[in-house]
């Protein structure tokens, strides 16, 4: 997990936002920075915020080659097939950096073939003088985020997280400007002009939710099994996990007892040791006195044999980290806020008492395997099908986002097997009617999969879904319940009164929601049109509040299979 920024065509101050806009991101990478300016290309500066994680020696960016000098690299990403890619094309690596085999694919094969042989995550931006181009990409999920901001006048700028573009903005003096997230699966390539401003030749969209992986997979599928589907299951998903585990520093998980992460944390401590590892594996979980997840984690860490760490927190600790939440986050989205905060306060945590920086963690599982509670009242199995895909699609705007920005705040990097590109394609290939609920179980065939194989407690394999209020407080006083009473505190009652003036998109229907759009809104004035496109909830379902105890068999029977 590192930051990168880069600006084109700005012909004003652009010194000044090397020392301002791009140290707004500088938790993302604590460890070094640089700023690459050369006055061959106008207009123009790139910069790193770097967090080492392989090559600790050697890895820095922004990345120069003695083989392609006059080109620039500048990624946020982790490549998992980069020793694979170097035997398959004869790249001849200088460094030990796994991020180095895009050069080598963008100079030798093109950048359509470049991001289509890549497995990992990443974000990138490749200035190339020589051919007068701007490169940008973005995994297929957007596990890495990235930002742009697009001037009416050919400026452009790039950046892992909106807060280290919106002095930019400023910068542009009325001059029309639009900031979005760059589209996860997608590539952009921009004609660098004589002044530095860029022309947008091409954008395209090279990967979908579910698409078969262009690259040589880890796994090949002509060794899949024909006929066990289950066995197929439980060796893709190790394999995405054993793959993830590259890195220089100390590996741990996010541990909540619940089906997801205990899955990962099963996995991880069992690959750890075949690995040879130097190290236990940490688990965290997190919650206020004897919480259910507390109590599930617990059990899940004295059976996988984890360096356990139990984090609890207070109604002052909410009341404290709230709006720093918020500005991490970047967005006003509800149910995003309320999950985020948990992981806040556990990174923290990681952050001040461990040398743990690599967290493996479940987020993707619920929109692949169908494990919301409300996948239960789908018409049909080609609507479960079609909802996984849309949730999947924009998770880099939800649960994707909350995972990155929690965690890049205490300088912490995410790891994701869940949405591992051959996993995600294989589950998704499989029968509609299977993957949906079966008998009022949500991720069924998920936990089939590793049914009957010792890896988890057999009540915890089957433990039913949480809502993260409850799983981390109490049912008598859940989470949000708790925020809306510190709300209630800092904002008066009539403050709704002018809510749907104030902001008719994404209007605030309770204070809540509202004290969360004024929060947003200062750090991020009149951006929430392209930050916060809907309000997440769930569907299929008359409901008004996102939370999962809001569905009326949230409830579920906890020992029902």
């Not at 309770?510 to 951006?527: D, G, H, M, N």
Request: hydrophobic share 35%.
């Amino acid at each position: 997990m590192c930051g990168i920024w880069a600006v084109f065509g700005l012909n004003s101050n652009l010194y000044k936002h090397c020392g301002t806009t791009f140290t707004n991101i500088t938790h993302r990478g604590p460890d070094a920075w640089r700023v690459e300016y050369d006055a061959r290309v106008k207009n123009c500066c790139v910069g790193f915020h770097r967090l080492t994680i392989v090559d600790s020696t050697y890895g820095m960016q922004p990345m120069k080659l003695h083989r392609y000098p006059h080109s620039v690299l500048t990624c946020n990403g982790e490549l998992y097939n980069c020793k694979r890619l170097g035997k398959q094309f004869g790249f001849e690596y200088e460094t030990g950096s796994d991020v180095e085999c895009i050069f080598h694919l963008y100079e030798t094969q093109g950048i359509d073939t470049c991001v289509k042989n890549l497995d990992g995550v990443f974000a990138f931006c490749i200035l190339d003088p020589t051919k007068k181009r701007v490169i940008l990409a973005r995994d297929p999920y957007g596990v890495r985020p990235l930002f742009r901001l697009c001037g009416s006048d050919g400026v452009l700028a790039v950046c892992s997280e909106a807060k280290g573009l919106m002095g930019i903005g400023d910068e542009l003096n009325g001059a029309g400007w639009k900031l979005q997230p760059f589209p996860p699966g997608t590539f952009e390539e921009y004609e660098l002009l004589e002044d530095g401003t860029v022309k947008l030749l091409r954008q395209v969209k090279y990967h979908s939710p579910g698409d078969k992986p262009s690259f040589q997979t880890l796994v090949p599928y002509d060794e899949l099994s024909k006929s066990d589907t289950l066995k197929n299951i439980r060796e893709l998903f190790t394999e995405a996990c054993r793959k993830r585990l590259m890195a220089d520093r100390r590996i741990g998980c996010l541990l909540s007892g619940g089906l997801d992460s205990s899955l990962v944390a099963a996995l991880l401590v069992k690959l750890a040791k075949e690995a040879n590892l130097p190290y236990k594996i940490q688990s965290f979980a997190i919650g206020m006195g004897d919480s259910p997840d507390i109590k599930a984690a617990r059990l899940v860490a004295d059976y996988i044999g984890t360096e356990h760490h139990e984090i609890i927190f207070t109604e002052q600790d909410i009341a404290t980290v709230l709006d720093n939440v918020i500005y991490s986050l970047e967005t006003a989205d509800i149910t995003t806020i309320r999950a985020s905060i948990g992981m806040y306060l556990i990174a923290q945590y990681i952050k001040k008492n461990t040398d743990t920086t690599v967290v493996f963690s479940g987020e993707g599982a619920d929109e692949l395997a169908q494990g919301y509670i409300y996948f239960r009242d789908q018409p049909s199995p080609d609507a479960g099908h079609a909802e996984s895909l849309r949730l999947l699609n924009d998770i880099y705007l939800y649960d994707g986002l909350r995972a990155d920005r929690t965690m890049a705040a205490h300088s912490l990097e995410l790891r994701v097997p869940f949405l591992d590109l051959q996993f995600t394609n294989y589950y998704l290939s499989l029968d509609k009617n299977v993957r949906s609920p079966q008998n009022g179980v949500e991720k069924h065939l998920l936990r089939s999969a590793f049914d009957g194989t010792d890896l988890l407690p057999h009540e915890i394999l089957w433990r039913h879904k949480e809502a993260f209020s409850d799983g981390v407080t109490t049912v008598k006083k859940s989470l949000f319940t708790i925020i809306q009473e510190i709300v209630d505190r800092r904002i008066p009652d009539d403050s709704l009164s002018v809510a749907d003036v104030k902001y008719p998109h994404c209007t605030p229907k309770t204070k809540e929601s509202l004290y969360y759009r004024e929060i947003f809104e200062k750090t991020f004035p009149k951006q929430a049109q392209e930050l916060l496109p809907y309000f997440w909830m769930p569907k299929w379902i008359n409901v008004s509040d996102p939370s999962a105890r809001f569905i009326s068999h949230y409830a579920a029977d906890k020992d029902k299979k």
